[in-house]
T-cell receptor, first 109, second 116 residues
Framework: RKEVEQDPGPFNVPEGATVAFNCTYS??????FFWYRQDCRKEPKLLMS???SGNEDGRFTAQLNRASQYISLLIRDSKLSDSATYLC??????????FGQGTILTVHP | GAVVSQHPSWVICKSGTSVKIECRSL??????MFWYRQFPKQSLMLMAT?????????EQGVEKDKFLINHASLTLSTLTVTSAHPEDSSFYIC????????????FGPGTRLTVL
């Protein structure tokens, strides 16, 4: 079993749509959780950290369920510029990041 | 945010040559740097963790004699791919962590290596 598993995608949605990504992780001792986005042939960039209480940043909402070892990302009112690969990232120990395989999102006009 | 640079951004070399990739933290001191590799349509895989002034810690399956890592200062780490072969062609990305207690890494722009 992979350490971090994500929806395989790809997701193709129209502008303005709401889209949700899911992720599960296998190491119950994991300490930190993140969503990164990666544009084609670029480095990953931190989108947001994920906390047990849930957190929101504009159109993006992230949730963490430690009991189910499940992480989600919700994007509301999708923009063309949201098209990217979204990486679920788990930190099993301080400083070490484990990446999911990524979910490709394409937002079309 | 913190800035990390990598050089070169892309390199094409012949099989059997060695390639050195530099990773620099430009506006902060990075006590720890990480080296990742990403093959097409796959996610980033951690290769090694590099701490300033000490030997790097390699992930299982990564040959330390093939991927030489040097972290001589708080702002520079280098990865040398020795005797590169076509199967080493990949996107190599470094990241740097700060020591402030917040578990965030800042990624360099990556180096695309093609071995002919």
């Amino acid at each position: 079993r992979k350490e971090v598993e994500q929806d395989p995608g790809p997701f193709n949605v129209p502008e303005g749509a709401t889209v949700a990504f899911n992720c599960t992780y296998s190491n119950s001792a994991s300490q930190s959780f993140f969503w990164y986005r990666q544009d084609c042939r670029k480095e990953p960039k931190l989108l947001m950290s994920v906390y047990s209480s849930g957190n929101e940043d504009g159109r993006f909402t992230a949730q963490l369920n430690r009991a189910s070892q499940y992480i989600s990302l919700l994007i509301r009112d999708s923009k063309l510029s949201d098209s990217a690969t979204y990486l679920c990232v788990v930190s099993p120990s301080y400083g070490k990041l484990t990446f999911g395989q990524g979910t490709i999102l394409t937002v079309h006009p | 945010g913190a800035v990390v640079s990598q050089h070169p951004s892309w390199v094409i070399c012949k099989s059997g040559t060695s390639v050195k990739i530099e990773c620099r933290s430009l506006d902060f001191q990075a006590t720890t740097m990480f080296w990742y590799r990403q093959f097409p349509k796959q996610s980033l895989m951690l290769m090694a963790t590099s701490n300033e002034g000490s030997k790097a810690t390699y992930e299982q399956g990564v040959e330390k004699d093939k991927f030489l890592i040097n972290h001589a200062s708080l702002t520079l780490s280098t990865l040398t791919v020795t005797s590169a072969h076509p199967e080493d062609s990949s996107f190599y990305i470094c990241s740097a962590g700060t020591s402030g207690g917040y578990n965030e890494q800042f990624f360099g722009p990556g180096t695309r290596l093609t071995v002919l």
